[in-house]
Each structure stands twice: as C-alpha cells, then as structure tokens.
C-alpha cells in the first residue's frame, strides 16, 4: 500500500508544485470542447490534396474528408528483431467528420501494417447546448491526459494498460466551459478485437490469431459494462495556465468459463502545465482486476490485445502507473515549411502489486517538427521489462519480467513521417 501511495505522489509531486500554471500553445488535454472539434474543421489555410470539404450556402451542413498517410523508419537493437535499420509502413487514415445543424458525426479509420485496421473512434453526436454536447457509437473512453499520455510517437505504459486513444462501444456525454471540463461514458462492450486501435482485456478465443494457445487459452475475460467519469478544471494566472483533473473507471469483469462476474477499476489524477514554450503533463492511475476464473488459472494476471499489430500480452493484475513527460516548443520564423520543432522527454513505469515482480519502464528522448502538411517524430526509446522492447526475449515484461530480457534495457531508434491532409 506504502509504494502504490508513493507511486502516485510521485507522478503528480509537479502537479502541487505548479498549481497557478499555463498558457500558449495550448497542449491537446486544454483545447476546445470536444463537440466543437467533433463537428467542425477549424478555420485556417486550405488544406492539400486530397482534402475534400464541402459547405452549404448557408453553413448549417457540412462534410470535411480529410487524413494522413505516414512511414516509419525504424533501428531496433536486440537480436531478434528484423526491424534492423528498416522502412515500414505505418498508416494510411482517413477522417470523416460532418455537421447538420446541432447533429454532427466523427470517424478515424486507420489502414495499418501488414494488412491490420482499426478505428480509433467513430460516432455520431448531438449538441444539447454550446457547451455540451452527446456522442453515441465508438467514443473515446474519458480517463486522464487526453488524447495522448506522452509527446513522442511511441506510445508509453499506459496506452499498453489501456489508458490511451481507448474507444468503447457505448454513448459519453461532454460538458467544457472555459473553467471546467467533465465527461462521463457508459460502455456496455469493448470494441471488437479485430478493430481496436488501442488494447483492451480481451478473450483468448478473440485474440488467438495474435496470442500462444499454451500461455493465454485459459484467458477468458473481458469488460461489460463499463462506466467512466473524468472532471478537469483550468486555472490560468498571468503567463500560466494549468489543468488539474481526476478520473474513475469500473466494469464488471465477466468470465465466460465460469460465467461469473468479477470486477475492474481504476482511479487517476493528472495535471497539464504550461508557460510559453514549456509543457508539463504528469499522472498517476491505480487499477486492479478482479477476475473468477476457472480453478488452475492464475487471478494475478490479464490478457490484453488490440487489432493484432501487436501480438496479445498479459498485465499484472493489480499496479500503478506513474508518468511525466515534459515538452518545449521552439518557434522557426524564416525557415520556410518548417514552422515548429518540440523537444520532448516521456518517462513512465509501472509498480506491479505481486511480490517479485520487478517493474516496467519506459523512457523516450526525442523531437518533433511541425512543417504542414509534412509532421515528423524522431524518437530515442529505452524500454525495460516492456513487452514491444525485446519482443519474444521480453515476453513476460508487463508481468513477472521472468523472460531472457527481463530486467534489461532495450534500445529503439524510429522516425515517422506524415503528410496530412
């Protein structure tokens, strides 16, 4: 109890410290109200091909398609990767959003590597007022720094434990005014697998094209009805602005071997703090599964997975996750195309319950450039006891770390390029 305490001191130590905080540019978790965003491009250049945006007489009705098509290239340093100094595929997404009147609609669908494609989300909603607004369909499940929990390209802890970009099948409610942002969602299911773009609990009988019939055949849970809730509020003094907000999460955890139902939930705190150039976003997230499963299977751990981009893995059970990561712009007048560099830095980890259990890190060191329609990211990232870092060799990462890597830093280098449109 003492280090799931400390763990989430830790992560939010800069929250307390900065309390007055932020100002320009705006980080994502402080933009405008989703249901704005949702329903209409913002105002700016003409964006290129092959954007496509269509516009009644009298602005009532409206169809944007626009999206992006992006490349990795990416230098892994274990020895079983093939990912040695390599070109790969990454995206090719196309986003629909369109608007009649208070009724407006948003879907991203993602064309992925080897053949793989998810949705992020898609929905259709309705603005009950200027503030607020109701989206039915795939939103995203409302819980701590939105709508990314790092800067750089690779995605960090809690995106893998599901704390990230994660849609459910359900409906959400948004309210934000300039002070406070509140969301609340009731899920009844998980996307299916084969679609998720972010990894979710899941049934091995749904995973088994990306999971080990030996190690995971036994898992058979997944979430119902889930219920989320998030309330922020933005403090702004002088050349600070901050958000300070908390999170909460729950779900029956249903088996369907011994269709009995367990329980799952999790309760965060974050904080997004800027001054000029300087950003900092921070969180702590506590969550714990309690899972009835069969005699034999061990109640310590859960499978997760997504689309199958990345192969299903297990999580400890119980943990908490702490991160910080901080990003400073640098504005580039006269340099043509490119108008913004960010450098950032994103530590996360993982303090698992089960004695024995060495903890999961994850830290990236990197930079991105902002030259419109072109954005890139190159990241430096140290992964230990992190299953994507090591592959095979650190299978048992996010769990007991008892694999041939376990306790041992992994190295990868990946630069994406996107053109957006």
């Known amino acids: 109890m003492k280090r799931t305490l400390l763990a989430i001191a830790l992560a939010n130590i800069p929250a307390l410290a900065l309390a007055q905080a932020s100002g320009t540019p705006e980080p994502a978790s402080l933009a405008q109200p989703e249901a704005t965003q949702a329903a209409t491009p913002p105002p700016g250049p003409r964006k290129p091909f092959p954007h496509i945006t269509l516009k009644s007489d009298d602005g009532a009705t409206s169809l944007d398609l626009g999206g992006a098509l992006r490349m990795n290239y990416r230098d892994e340093d274990w020895e079983t990767t093939e990912n040695n100094g390599r070109f790969l595929f990454d995206t090719f997404r196309v986003d629909v959003r369109a608007r009649h009147k208070d009724f407006f609609a948003d879907v991203n669908y993602w064309f992925q590597d080897e053949g793989k494609h998810a949705v992020d989300r898609g929905f259709v909603g309705y603005d009950v007022s200027p503030n607020a607004s109701i989206q039915l369909g795939a939103p995203f499940k409302p819980f701590g720094l939105e709508p990314y929990p790092q800067f750089g390209w690779s995605f960090h802890i809690p995106f893998f434990l599901g704390y990230g970009v994660n849609a ?111 950003t900092l976003t921070t969180q702590g997230i506590r969550y714990e599964f309690d899972a009835k499963n069969p005699d034999g299977v061990a109640d310590n751990q859960i499978l997760m997975g997504g689309n199958g981009l990345t192969p299903a893995f297990m999580i400890a059970a119980e943990g908490t996750i702490a991160s910080l990561n901080v990003g400073y712009d640098i504005a580039t007048p006269g340099m043509g195309m490119l108008k913004k560099i960010k450098l950032y830095n994103d530590y996360s980890r993982l303090f698992k319950d089960e004695s024995g259990w060495a903890d999961s890190q994850m830290y990236t060191a990197g930079v991105q450039f902002i030259a419109l329609p072109i954005i890139g990211w190159l990241d430096f990232t140290w992964g230990k006891n992190a299953n994507p870092f090591g592959g095979a060799e650190n299978g048992t990462g996010w769990t007991s770390a008892s694999s041939v890597g376990s306790d041992d830093w992994y190295f990868r280098t990946n630069l994406n390029l996107g053109y957006y449109f």
Do not use: C
């Open 168 to 278: 459910g099948a359900g409906i959400k409610y948004n309210y934000k005014d300039a002070d406070w942002d509140l969301q609340a969602g009731y899920f009844p299911r998980m996307l299916p697998s084969s679609i998720r773009y972010a990894p979710e609990v899941g049934r091995y009988s749904d995973l088994k094209e990306n999971a080990i019939a030996f190690v995971h055949g036994a898992q058979d849970n997944e979430k119902r009805d889930q219920v989320n809730l998030r309330l922020a509020r933005t403090f702004t003094s002088g050349d600070w602005k901050s958000e300070i907000g908390g999170s909460l999460a729950g779900s029956r955890l249903y088996n369907a071997t011994t269709r009995d139902d367990g329980s799952y939930w999790a309760a965060g705190l974050h904080g997004v703090f800027n001054k000029g150039p300087w």
